[in-house]
């Protein structure tokens, strides 16, 4: 099987690549030519590289008899990145993706999406954009499966995400941290069992709809401010921690979804579960770090 994964050198399009690779699958990978390869450059010499700002998405698709493509490119937004830049990754790019994977009559199209209400940020505007065209086209012969995932996390995650930003900033021992009050809920799973979920995913296409929708989460909502509490706990066993937590410092976004609930019983029906716990991944991630 042929897979085109786009976003190789991201947080999850790495761990999928390696995955792929250790599985036997031929795999094309997609990246920009400025992209850090650090998470991939050990498996570089076994899959197909494109710099998709260099070769037209069309004559990659020329090239190669494909069979699923799957879409893990995703700008957040942020650094102050202007909304057209937003757009032009996680809509346009997306759709000129989907777009090409239909002409070529590939068997399925797999897009990785957010459970964020979609008018909470332009972030998620921009993925819920791409997901109404998905609909729109999923009368066709490609499959449209999208997978909503919920706070995923992991050794290799980008610095500036909460769990990595927050055990940074502890380790350093930095004098306080401003954070909300903490009692909105969330679900935090471990990026190998989202691996496993695609995997899964992969292994039952042929029983999909035209159109199928999954969401991803450990199943389990906990408060943000138990997360921190946990993450103090376990770095206190090698780090003298003096950092003041300032629970309520900074005001909720506007529309903030207090209680993230994730479904996870199509999954469940597919045999998968998520099979780490949030204490062991918190630990996976600090002993990698040391």
Not at 131 to 152: P, Q, R
Not at 183 to 197: E, T
Request: overall charge neutral.
């Amino acid at each position: 099987m042929t897979i085109l994964l786009a976003g190789a050198t991201g947080f999850l399009g790495s761990y999928l690549l390696k995955s792929f690779v250790k599985n036997d699958y031929k795999v094309i990978a997609l990246k920009r030519s400025t992209s850090n390869t650090y998470r991939i450059d050990d498996c570089l010499n076994d899959v197909t590289v494109y710099d998709i700002d260099k070769v037209d998405l069309s004559t990659i698709f020329k090239n190669h008899s494909i069979d699923i493509v799957i879409n893990t490119v995703t700008n957040y937004g942020r650094k102050d990145i202007q909304i057209p830049s937003i757009v032009n990754t996680n809509l346009i790019f997306g759709l000129k993706l989907l777009e090409e994977s239909i002409n070529s009559n590939v068997k399925a199209f797999i897009n990785t999406d957010t459970l964020l209400d979609r008018n909470i940020n332009t972030y998620a505007l921009s993925k819920s954009q791409l997901v109404d065209w998905m609909k729109f086209l999923s009368n066709k012969n490609t499959k449209m499966i999208n997978i909503k995932i919920e706070h995923m996390y992991g050794p290799l995650d980008d610095e500036n995400k909460f769990i990595y930003w927050l055990i940074n900033q502890l380790k350093q021992n930095v004098e306080k941290i401003d954070l909300t009050s903490g009692i909105q809920k969330r679900d935090f799973i471990y990026i190998d069992d989202i691996l496993n979920a695609y995997r899964i995913i992969i292994k039952n296409i042929e029983s999909f709809l035209n159109y199928e929708e999954f969401e991803l989460g450990s199943g389990t909502s906990i408060k943000v401010k138990s997360l921190v509490e946990r993450i103090v706990e376990e770095l206190s066993v090698n780090y003298t921690i003096s950092t003041k937590l300032n629970f309520g410092a900074i005001a909720y976004r506007d529309n903030e979804n207090m209680e993230m609930k994730v479904n996870v019983e199509k999954l469940f029906n597919l045999g998968w579960e998520a099979k780490v716990s949030l204490e062991d991944g918190i630990k996976k991630i600090i002993s990698k770090e040391n």
